[in-house]
Nanobody
Framework: QVQLVESGGGLVQAGGSLRLSCAAS????????MGWFRQAPGKERVFVAA????????SYADSVKGRFTISRDNAKNTVYLQMNSLKPEDTAVYYC?????????????????WGQGTQVTVSS
């Protein structure tokens, strides 16, 4: 069992930055690939970024490539999402998730555990 708690969301102006954190419980954090997803009002939850268990591989949605960076600190049981050059269309609830896999996972159905989400609002 893994429990995930996101933090770091908030209101920011377009062009600004935020860093989201996701703290995981348990001693097996390094056994999980981690991902970030987002869900805007009235829309499906979609993939944003994912990172492998070791942190050596990452994948990004085209919409955030070059602006967002995912990273993890296995010693702190935490995964991060650094978001730069934010746009109003980045407004959504952001969720972190854990997948019991070796490789980077971009499909939400393959994730085993989810956090409660943190709201990110980007004003124009």
């Amino acid at each position: 069992q893994v429990q995930l708690v996101e933090s770091g969301g908030g209101l920011v102006q377009a062009g600004g930055s935020l860093r989201l954190s996701c703290a995981a419980s348990g001693r097996t954090f390094s056994s999980y690939s981690m991902g970030w997803f987002r869900q805007a009002p009235g829309k499906e939850r979609v993939f944003v970024a994912a990172i492998s268990r070791s942190g050596g591989s990452a994948s990004y949605a085209d919409s955030v490539k070059g602006r967002f960076t995912i990273s993890r600190d296995n010693a702190k049981n935490t995964v991060y999402l650094q978001m730069n050059s934010l746009k109003p269309e980045d407004t959504a609830v952001y969720y972190c998730a854990a997948a019991n896999t070796i490789t980077v996972v971009i499909t939400k159905t393959r994730y085993n555990y989810w956090g409660q989400g943190t709201q990110v609002t980007v004003s124009s």
